[in-house]
């Protein structure tokens, strides 16, 4: 019985990181149509979109996953926490993203590039910290951590997939730009939601994630 339950939170904590994909994607198709006001649809909106993107994402792992390390009881909070900021930025970056480009319109462009790019930087940082934060709570749920990550990594990209191609060939066919930010802030805030108030109710038996690890090898 224990195992089973124990699949089945596995399997909602992937559920809910599919969604997280694809409202990341979702962002990025539509942040992109933002920037086009601001440079123009050419390769420039095109270099910092993915630019911001890939090295948030890169970063954001890389601290995603010293928090966890320091605080592995407090890794699903964290999730929690990143995946509410991302849709609290989400709700605004309709107007946030405009409002910078026409700031800055007198600007040479290579300053509004970087503004752009910082603006876009900033949730991207913290979807790439989820990606870590979610292994180590899955890990000590789980006992496998290579598992967990090959899991995790799968679902969201598949996630990330859906993301890119809803906006593009459905939902813009259907509703304006903003509300298509909207939908994806609202799923962010949904993910988190769920995370804190049903998954937080499972408690998970403190064990450092080295002896998963172990474990995890040792299996192999």
Known sequence: MQGVAVD??????????LAS??????????????????FGSDLLSVTIIVSAFMAGLGLGAMAGGAAADRWPTRALALFCACEAAIGA????????????????????????A?????????????MGATLPILVTHL????RHVGEATGTLYA??????????????FWLLHHMGLADVIRLAAATNLVVAAVAGLWLGAWSVPA??????????????
């Open 207 to 220: 064990e450092p994630l080295a002896q998963a690890a172990r474990r995890d090898g040792e299996g192999q």
């Open 89 to 112: 930025f989400g709700l605004v970056s309709h107007w946030l993203l405009p409002a910078a480009g026409d700031a800055f319109v007198t600007a040479d462009t290579f300053t509004v």
């Open 8 to 17: 089945r939170r596995v399997q909602a904590l992937s559920g809910l990181f």
């Open 21 to 38: 994909g694809a409202a990341g994607l979702m962002y990025q198709v539509s942040w992109q149509r933002l920037l086009f006001a601001a």
């Open 139 to 142: 890990a000590r749920l789980w």
């Open 155 to 168: 679902v969201n990209t598949v996630g990330a997939a859906a993301g890119a191609l809803l906006p593009t």
């Open 114 to 126: 970087v503004v752009n790019f910082l603006l876009v930087l900033a949730p991207a940082l913290l």
